[in-house]
Structures are given as structure tokens and as C-alpha cells.
């Protein structure tokens, strides 16, 4: 019998050692009552806000450039109003040019009030009968003819569709995507506007019940792949949820972990990935969630520099679509984990950490003269620590510990010390 009980405690020890810190874990009951209470009080901070900031309450020193959804006939007639433009133009003799608006990063501007990148109101001109624009401007005209019909037929398309009806003269997919940023800034429309999608590459699991086109949809059953995140948004309404917090997920390793240990029903969450770098179709699908569910954003990405970019990208916006980031970005995303400290803190084999390129390091540096960045002083702390060190690491590195160390140990822990920035 003693020899039983000691066998039981050596299994006990030795399962400690291999799952460190498990010991420190409290009943789930403990843990889903501070959760409630994170939950209650980001939901009551929504409430009682005021009007969220728009530009227009800013007295900027200089004018910016911001998109607003539109319908199909305002779209349409947009198109129509610029083609009647150049047609006046090109018959008083004096040909014809796009007044493009500047996407450069010079144009661009971090607004703390707004806590997002706005793009200022700088132009410049695309003329046909220019040898070094006339192919753009070309590009731009066709772009244009493409959405005239998408509008009228009343139908989507996506990227590639757009890219395939004239190979000739795209050339290169990345070529027609830029300019259809170019169409919708200058149109004064968001993308989805345009009727214009890219393919489906976010999905969602978790306690989240809402209509796709008017099916229902309830993300409880839908397997360990989830639901595919709708790539037009205004296809999805009528959200519910009984959930406590929202994942978001940088990588689809880490999101398939959760979705198979349905890490969602032990603390009630929605879990979400656009599985790498976001995309419109996600980012649109998480500030819906979030402004209608009214529950805090809570951020799982790798401990490098290209994790916290992914994540302003979600909560500030990205450069390249800045004239929108008032549509596409969340705010108030909590970074969760893996941080540069948890390296230590959570004693992660030398092994599976991996020393940094000198172009990570530069990426790192860059980083922390960002003004979004700077904003938090959490941030620069584990990024100034992550540079130092030199040290990344991935969400998979909590492997070494087992395959389910991330959803029995680590999640549970960060959510019960309420250890995010």
C-alpha cells in the first residue's frame, strides 16, 4: 500500500516537471469567475463610452482621406461622374488623368486619439499620355469598366476572377490588386464596396451563433475546421454569443490545438484565425464581433516581430489600406501571449527557442519608433526585451511541455493571473 502511494506521488512529481506549473492552476470555476468579471467590465466600458472618435472630431492640422460603405447604385454613379469627367476632358482637347490618391508611407499618419493609421489628403495625378503612367492609367480604366459591371449585374467576384479577365494586361496579380485599392480610395468606397473579395482564408470555432446569408450558423458544430469566415461581411447578421472573451489566433497549428480540445466549452471564448497574415474578409469579421458582442479581444500570436505586426495590423490597421482603417481595425486588443518573457517565465527549452535574423532585429527596431507601439509602454518592454535577447520564438515551442500544454496550461494560467498587455 505505501509503496502504491509513493509510486502515485513520484507520477505526480514527475508529470509537474513535464507540465511545469500546472501546480500553480485553480479550479475552472475560479478562473471562468475572473474571466466574468474581465468580461463585465470591458462590456459595461463599451456601453458607457461616448461616440467613438471619428477625424471629423479632430481639429488636425491637415485633411485626411477616409472611405464609407456604399451601395452599388452610389458606386455605379461614382464610376459614371469620373468617366463623364474624362470624356469632357478629352474632348476639349486636353487628354486625360486620374487624380490618384497617395498611398505612400509618407502620406500616412498614426493618430493617437484614433489609436489607427489614417492616410492624409495628398494626391497625384496618373496621365495617359504619359510613357512612365500610361500603362497604370490603362490598368485604372480597365479596373474602373470591371466594377461598372459588377455593379450592374449586382454580383461578387473575387481577386483572382478580377486578375483572369485580362491577363495581358495585369501581368501580375499584385498589379491589379493595387490598383483596385487605388479604384476604391479614389471612388471614396471600402473594397467590400466594390463587390470585389478576396477567397476565404479565416475561420471561426467557438460560442458564436450568427447568419450567413440567412442560414444559421452555429460555430459549436462545425468540427474541429470551423466555419469559414464569410469573404463579403455583409452577408453576416444577427450574431449571438454566450462567450466571455474573444481568441485570436495568429497560426492555424495553435487554432486546430484549441478547436480539437474544444477549449471553448471549458472557458466559454470564440476562437479565430486568418491563419498568418489577416486578411480583409477577418479583420472586417473581428471589429463585427467585437463593437456587437461587446467582448474583449484577447491576442495568441509567436514571440517575433512579425506576431506584433500582425496584431497592429488588427488593431491599428495597415498601411496599405489605411484610407479604410476605420472599418478594418479593433480596438483594444489585449496581447496575450507567446511574449518575449514568457520565454523565461515559463521556462522554454533553449532548444525551441531560435535566434533572430539580423533582418528580425531590424524589423524589431523599427518596431519601437512606431508610434502605435510606443503608445503602450507594455509593448516596447517585451520588444526592447525581444531585440536584446535576440530570441524569437513560436506558439509551438509549449509542444516540448505536450500537445495540449497550450489549452490544459498555458491559456488557462494567463487567463487566471489576467497576464496580458
Known amino acids: 500500500m505505501a509503496e502504491k502511494k509513493k509510486r502515485r506521488r513520484n507520477e505526480s512529481n514527475s508529470d509537474d516537471a513535464a507540465q511545469p506549473f ?21 462590456s459595461s466600458a463599451s456601453s458607457s463610452s461616448s461616440k467613438a472618435l471619428t477625424i471629423q472630431d479632430l481639429s488636425l492640422p491637415f485633411a485626411c482621406r477616409e472611405v464609407t460603405d456604399l451601395s452599388l447604385s452610389c458606386v455605379q454613379s461614382n464610376i459614371e461622374s469620373l468617366v463623364l469627367n474624362i470624356a469632357k476632358s478629352i474632348l476639349s482637347g486636353e487628354g486625360f488623368a486620374f487624380d490618384v490618391p497617395s498611398r505612400a508611407a509618407a502620406n500616412q499618419l498614426y493618430v493617437s486619439e484614433l489609436d489607427r493609421i489614417v492616410l492624409k489628403d495628398k494626391s497625384s495625378l496618373r496621365p ?12 485604372t480604366a480597365r479596373i474602373l469598366e470591371l466594377i461598372h459591371q459588377l455593379c450592374i449585374k449586382s454580383i461578387h467576384v473575387t481577386k483572382r476572377d478580377l486578375f483572369y479577365t485580362d491577363v495581358k494586361l495585369f501581368q501580375d496579380q499584385t498589379q491589379s490588386d493595387s490598383v483596385l485599392d487605388d479604384v476604391s480610395c479614389m471612388l471614396g468606397c471600402t473594397r467590400s464596396s466594390l463587390n470585389v473579395v478576396a477567397a476565404e482564408k479565416g475561420v471561426v470555432v467557438g460560442r458564436l451563433i450568427f447568419s450567413d446569408n440567412g442560414d444559421m450558423i452555429d460555430c459549436t458544430k462545425m468540427g474541429m475546421g470551423g466555419k ?10 444577427d450574431m449571438q454569443s454566450d462567450a466571455l472573451f474573444i481568441l485570436l489566433v495568429e497560426k492555424d497549428a495553435a487554432y486546430m490545438r484549441l478547436a480539437e480540445d474544444r477549449f471553448y466549452n471549458r472557458f466559454p471564448c470564440i476562437i479565430v484565425t486568418a491563419k498568418g497574415q489577416p486578411d480583409v474578409a477577418t479583420r472586417l469579421f473581428l471589429r463585427k464581433m467585437k463593437m456587437e458582442l461587446k467582448l474583449p479581444v484577447l491576442a495568441l500570436v509567436d514571440s517575433d516581430p512579425y506576431g506584433l505586426k500582425i496584431l497592429s495590423v488588427y488593431g491599428c ?9 476605420a472599418n478594418l481595425t479593433t480596438p483594444d486588443i489585449k496581447w496575450l ?12 527549452p533553449e532548444q525551441c527557442r531560435l535566434p533572430m535574423t539580423e533582418q528580425d532585429i531590424k524589423t524589431g527596431k523599427d518596431l519601437l519608433e512606431e508610434d ?15 531585440v536584446k535577447t535576440k530570441q524569437k520564438a513560436e506558439i509551438q515551442a509549449l509542444s516540448s511541455f505536450g500537445f495540449q500544454y497550450l489549452s490544459e496550461v498555458y491559456l488557462p494560467l494567463k487567463l487566471q493571473q489576467q497576464d496580458w498587455i
Open 22 to 42: 500546472k501546480n500553480l492552476l485553480k479550479d475552472d470555476s475560479v478562473i471562468l469567475q475572473i474571466l466574468k468579471d474581465f468580461s463585465d467590465s470591458s
Open 128 to 139: 495617359f499620355a504619359n510613357i512612365s503612367t500610361v500603362r497604370k492609367s490603362t490598368i
Open 228 to 237: 469559414a469566415i464569410p469573404p463579403n461581411i455583409d452577408r453576416v447578421g
Open 337 to 348: 501571449g507567446i511574449r518575449p518573457s514568457d520565454l523565461d517565465k515559463y521556462r522554454i
Open 372 to 386: 502605435f507601439v510606443k503608445k503602450n509602454p507594455g509593448w516596447v518592454e517585451e520588444l526592447t526585451l525581444m
Open 317 to 325: 490597421g495597415s498601411k496599405n489600406m489605411s484610407y479604410d482603417s
